[in-house]
């Protein structure tokens, strides 16, 4: 590794990957820490407690992680998924990603409050506007449209209940 | 045999109006969905699940026949039709498929499609029909080491024999794993990873799982590297053969069947390799070699055959051994656990009726889907133009809807979330998603098979091998671990430093 700044940061995008070893380590930690935790004296029924299974699953994913942090410095890269709609050739685009995750998130926020038909609506609308559509009009429209259909069809047709909100006391 | 006696009731059962109507509207619900572009069979199936929640499960799961079989079928549509297949078992139907579009003959490439999942499908679901109830007699008598055997199988299979990468399959089983250690121990009730969260404590629901690797996580990765301009569906008429097509096409619809039926029913990933297997061997058996990859017939007819036919294979396993061999069987096993039902050598006799029904509706879906599915093709094919915003967008809408109606809790929207940023991940770096999947689903099955195994033996590790079974499917493991190993061994000298886990294939094209 030389200390230059600039091939560093570098290497580092080189080898992101890398950064999938740490989840792996802390998630094995984090198993591991918990199945020590685990009160096994009184609960204890046969030979095997609760707490084997964690340990091994625990030990392997930092044994994975290791071997896979191997194989990215040895040059091995994990292939990024194609698919019909992904364009992989063009940088991966932050903005995009993170406004669908606010879509999806306002919509877990929301739906206990204003209820369903409208927190689905918004979670469609502002998905669509995340992935580069533009109708001012169609695309609300088509997010309401939707929204009221699928709590109708689910919540009265299908039996699956869905929080109304406020919005039902009012139709 | 009583087999033929079961199987009518289970016609009588499926054929009522309300559930004639179920099987219909899964057929079409399955299709549509199946056909939209990045929607494969596991994805459609994960996402029309909550709506058979409000059903009694023989209704839910008649209606899931006709949703299962339709989004095979969809799939292949869009393979045909855009030359990117949305899922691996239509990856070969593109190969001489869309050339068969391009020129002209796309009517004819969906109708060998269509007939050729008739064919494969109903020569299939025979099969499952005379092979399955023997299969769970014998496997009433296999104990806890041989399911943990099997179990163990299914785990090194699914890592091994797909995936370019060893390595990153195994991370993604042990993701899988991890996440269905979460919640109470059932054996002894004690709470593991659930941070003393109520909501925790039942587990995470594989639904919620399912949806967020396959919906979720694939949402995310597609907004990060959208293609601001999709390519053209190639329009369509309505699908028909000629007497020259039929001619060409009807012995590969025969064969398909043979090779896609027993590698279904293996833990061997699915309909990839058999109908790759079958695009061979047409290739090999026809006289109009030259064709092929430009538009041949047989080349669509047999890997569309086989393809349906290891669909029916599938659920061999499945419903027998409660054992999923592929992603849409995984989310099929999560439906059977949300009615509280578990698959496996007992079904046949505990819910007869409702294995019965199910197989019925089997057959019925399958005329149903060619019934509808060739009028209603030029219709699919228009649902290829749908703008991508509103179709990702929607995937998250449903994703939503369903994660949210498993207990109606905010708290599987979250969970939901994170699980869907790590589908994400994954992707990102050709983690497949497929182990994390069946690890969920089986990692506490296997657990509980390991545990009553070893208290049968007292804490010896001999209880875990001292069947016959067990010690033969350890074999089987043990040959397909050390298979890079022998390969190379075998090809040339020995390298400096084997290491067939870390070893990748590298596929330089």
Not at chain 2, 61 to 82: E, N, P
Request: aromatic residues 8%; contains cysteine.
């Amino acid at each position: 590794m030389t200390t230059q700044a600039e091939p560093r940061r570098s290497w580092w995008r080189e080898h992101s990957e890398l950064g999938i070893c740490a989840v792996l380590v802390a998630l094995g930690g984090l198993v591991l820490v918990d199945a020590i935790r685990i009160p096994t004296d009184f609960a204890q029924r046969g030979p095997v407690g609760p707490k084997a299974v964690p340990v091994v699953v625990g030990v392997a994913l930092i044994v994975v992680a290791v071997l896979l942090a191997r194989d990215v410095l040895r040059g091995g890269r994990g292939e990024a998924e194609g698919g019909e709609d992904v364009d992989l050739s063009a940088p991966a685009d932050w903005r995009t990603v993170l406004l669908l995750c606010g879509a999806f998130l306002a919509n877990a926020a929301l739906i206990g409050v204003v209820g369903f038909p409208i927190s689905g609506a918004i979670l469609f609308w502002g998905a669509a506007y995340a992935l580069g559509s533009r109708h001012f009009v169609r695309d609300p429209l088509i997010a309401a449209g939707l929204s009221v259909v699928t709590f109708v069809l689910f919540d009265n047709v299908l039996g699956v209940p869905l929080p109304g909100g406020p919005l039902v006391g009012v139709l | 045999m009583d087999v033929f006696a079961n199987l009518m009731e289970g016609f009588a059962t499926a054929l009522t109006p309300t559930h004639l109507a179920l099987a219909a509207l899964g057929v079409l619900l399955g299709t549509a969905i199946g056909v939209l572009p990045g929607i494969g069979p596991a994805m459609a199936v994960a996402l029309l699940l909550p709506v058979t929640y409000g059903l009694e499960p023989t209704g839910a799961f008649i209606m899931f026949a006709g949703i299962y079989y339709g989004g095979m079928f969809g799939g292949s549509t869009t393979s045909i039709l855009l030359n990117t297949p949305g899922e691996s078992a239509a990856v070969v139907a593109a190969i001489d498929g869309n050339p068969m579009a391009r020129k002209g003959r796309g009517a004819q490439a969906l109708a060998a499609a269509a007939v050729g999942h008739f064919v494969g499908g109903v020569i299939g679901t025979t099969l499952l029909v005379l092979l399955a109830p023997t299969v769970a007699k014998y496997a009433v008598d296999i104990g806890a080491p041989d399911f943990f055997a099997i179990m163990v199988l299914a785990f090194i299979a699914v890592t091994s024999v797909l995936g370019a990468s060893r390595v990153r399959g195994f991370a993604s089983l042990l993701i899988g794993l991890t996440i269905g250690l979460v919640g109470l121990d059932e054996m002894t009730g004690q709470q593991r990873l659930t941070f003393g969260s109520l909501h925790l404590a039942d587990g995470i629901d594989v639904v919620v799982v399912a949806v967020a690797l396959f919906a979720v996580g694939e949402s995310l990765w597609v907004a990060a590297h959208l293609r601001r301009k999709t390519s053209e569906a190639i329009p369509v008429g309505r699908p028909w053969l000629g007497r020259a097509d039929v001619k060409r096409a009807w012995k590969p619809w025969l064969r398909g069947p043979f090779i896609g039926f027993p590698f279904g029913a293996v833990p061997a990933g699915g309909a990839e390799i058999p109908t790759f297997l079958s695009y061979v061997t047409e290739k090999r058996l026809s006289k109009h070699r030259g064709e092929f990859g430009k538009g041949a017939i047989e080349g669509v007819a047999g890997p569309e055959s086989t393809a349906s036919a290891s669909a029916a294979g599938t659920l061999v396993s499945m419903l027998t051994l409660g054992l999923p061999t592929t992603a849409v069987a995984a989310v099929m096993l999560a439906a059977f656990q949300q009615y509280g039902i578990q698959p496996g050598p007992l079904l046949f006799q505990r819910e007869s009726a409702l294995v019965w029904g199910l197989i019925a509706s089997l057959f019925i879906g399958l005329v149903l889907l060619l019934v509808l599915n060739l009028p209603l093709a030029p219709v699919w094919a228009k649902l290829l133009r749908i703008p991508r915003p509103y179709l990702y967008a929607g995937i998250l809408f449903f994703a939503s809807v369903g994660a949210y109606a498993v207990n109606a809790d905010v708290f599987d929207l979250l969970v939901m979330f994170v699980i869907g940023l790590l589908g994400f991940a994954m992707r990102r770096y050709g983690l497949p998603v497929l182990p994390a999947i069946i690890g969920t689903i089986l990692g506490p099955a296997a657990e509980q098979q390991m545990r009553r195994a070893l208290q049968l033996s007292d804490g010896s590790l001999v209880g875990l091998f001292n069947t016959p079974f067990s010690i033969a499917v350890y074999a089987v493991v043990a040959v397909l671990l050390a298979w890079p190993l022998v390969r190379r061994l075998v090809r040339k000298p020995p390298p400096v430093e084997p290491s067939p886990q870390v070893e990748r294939e590298k596929v330089d094209a």
